[in-house]
């Protein structure tokens, strides 16, 4: 049975409140199709927004990057953050211009990060970050050695406090604007990849992986 998280009063969807998703399992097939988030904070009085990839493990979201990061130095500090993540799944187009839209999914999530001083859980949140962006990468790579551990930062941020908002379907016109002889209807996009292009020094006997000549991002209700 899919989880219902409990909307609070920042990740209550006001605007068009239909679209809103409180399901654990859609925010987590948003989250893991998806490949970069925008962190939004307040740092000395100014509101910034930096993109950056991330992982999740089970109800926990991760960030990471390098200790000199300003974004990390200062999400330490326990301030609250916002965390979004959007999909565009196609272009709406209507008959009007004022009722173009778009397809989309797209988290919000809210909260205070916190730092990950667990060596264990620091090396779990890194393969996260490795297997979300491609699956089965993590077995075949060197592991972070101590030096490189110690030279990244890593942040968690628990899932608790989050939404989702999906818009599907057609355009909707004002009845007058259906009599309009002007083509209306969707156009689907989907992130695709394109031929994997060797390195320059990769040894010629090595093959292409699977998970690399197929790579794909979940796909929308996959398990």
Known sequence: MTQQKAPSQRTTVKRVPKRANYESETI??????????HVGFVADG???VIPTAYGRIDDTLYIHGSPASRMLKTLQ?????CV?????????????????????RSVVVFGKATLVEDTEQKLAALK?????VILGRWEEVRSPNRQELAGTLVLS???TEASAKIRTGEPIDDEADYQIPVWAGQIPLKLTAATPINDSRLDSSIELPVYVKKYTRPQK???
């Open 77 to 81: 500090q326990g301030l609250d953050i």
């Open 157 to 159: 941020l628990p899932l």
């Open 28 to 37: 987590y097939q948003i989250l893991d199709e998806g490949l970069v988030c």
């Open 221 to 223: 209700g996959a398990a």
């Open 46 to 48: 100014q509101p910034v």
């Open 128 to 132: 996260a970050f490795t297997e979300h």
């Open 84 to 104: 979004t993540v959007t999909l565009i799944d196609g272009l709406v187009l209507a008959r009007s211009a004022f009722h173009h839209s778009m397809n989309y």
